[in-house]
Nanobody, 115 residues
Framework: QVQLVESGGGLVQPGESLRLSCATS????????MGWYRQAPGKQRELVAT???????NYKDSVKGRFTISRDNAKNTVTLQMNTLNPEDTAVYYC?????????WGQGTQVTVSS
């Protein structure tokens, strides 16, 4: 049974940081491209960052230099370090695992940036 469980969301003030984690099981983690997506109220889900099985990363332009995605293949986890958060980063953040043989999503974790 495939599971992706996000954690680390919460309410922070502008300029602060959060670290999201996604614990996974039920698939061969090291073979999958892992990603973080987000969906704000009334908007479509959008890509935030991805990291391939080889460690190559890709970021949404507005988070470059502020967010860092990383993976630990030994622990089957992917992390999103988010610094200098602003209100436009408020959204539900979803963990994604993608491979030609499967595409899986977590349940999401809320991130709210507000003063």
């Amino acid at each position: 049974q495939v599971q992706l469980v996000e954690s680390g969301g919460g309410l922070v003030q502008p300029g602060e940081s959060l670290r999201l984690s996604c614990a996974t099981s039920g698939f061969i983690f090291s073979r999958y491209t892992m990603g973080w997506y987000r969906q704000a109220p009334g908007k479509q889900r959008e890509l935030v960052a991805t990291i391939t099985s080889g460690g190559s990363t890709n970021y949404k332009d507005s988070v470059k230099g502020r967010f860092t995605i990383s993976r630990d293949n030994a622990k089957n986890t992917v992390t999103l370090q988010m610094n200098t958060l602003n209100p436009e980063d408020t959204a539900v953040y979803y963990c994604n695992a993608r491979h030609p043989t499967g595409n899986y999503w977590g349940q999401g974790t809320q991130v709210t940036v507000s003063s």
